[in-house]
């Protein structure tokens, strides 16, 4: 099955204890990108990779850092949470990484960093 | 860059009556809009989408319409159900390279038995 696979569902922290969510997705795809759902803010994205060892800041790339080593993989990495990054996070895959193009979104991680 | 507003934040309908959720946009390059659903817990997912060449397009009991000079387009729901309870993102992007889609703030959307 195409999908978008990421963990934790759900992932309770400290501050400033490192911690990786991670993000696959067994489509193919060249584009990757992370996104933070806050309520009254919408979908704001992180960072975002065309392809393999390329990525770049989205909208609100602070305290956040990605790699993307593998085709398939796009982990999501916080050095040191804050707790203004407790927030419902979605990664998201695309074929070419076209505006046009459908996005296929993980099932989510719900971080809340105390 | 772009900027997307979305209105109103959350909307109350009685099932079977028709609900519109509007959005408007800064950048006059934009020239892709999708909608996405998301089902509460859920992730999500493309509903329907309009390019700029075009001024309406329906799928079943979703429609969205697009007016290019005044930047803004619109979702319709005709017909609501209970299952078309869900937040609605609106977003507005441009064709080619660089996936840059500006997304809506979200509105509520709850239909009422």
């Known amino acids: 099955e195409a999908q978008v696979t990421q963990n934790p569902r759900y992932l309770i922290t400290v501050t400033g204890k490192k911690l990786t969510v991670t993000c696959s997705q067994n489509?193919?795809?060249?584009?990757m990108s992370w996104y933070r759902q806050d309520p009254g803010l919408g979908l704001r994205q992180i960072y975002y990779s065309m392809n393999v060892e390329v990525t770049d800041k989205g909208d609100v790339p602070e305290g956040y850092k990605v790699s993307r080593k593998e085709k398939r993989n796009f982990p999501l990495i916080l050095e040191s949470p804050s707790p203004n990054q407790t927030s419902l996070y979605f990664c998201a895959s695309s074929l070419l990484g076209n505006a046009n193009e459908k996005l296929f979104f993980g099932s989510g991680t719900q971080l809340s960093v105390l | 860059g772009e900027n997307v507003e979305q209105h109103p934040s959350t909307l109350s309908v009685q099932e079977g009556d028709s609900a519109v959720i509007k959005c408007t946009y800064s950048?006059?390059?934009?020239?892709?809009f999708p909608w996405y659903k998301q089902e509460l817990g859920k992730r999500p997912q493309l509903i329907i989408d309009i390019r700029s060449n075009v001024g309406e397009k329906k799928d079943q009991r979703i429609a969205v319409t697009l007016n290019k000079t005044a930047k803004h387009f619109s979702l319709h729901i005709t017909e609501t159900q209970p299952e078309d309870s869900a937040v609605y993102f609106c977003a507005a992007g441009i064709t080619g390279g660089g996936n840059k889609l500006t997304f809506g703030t979200g509105t509520q959307l709850k239909v009422e038995l």
């Open positions: 950048d006059s390059a934009s020239n892709y």
């Open positions: 489509m193919n795809h060249e584009y």
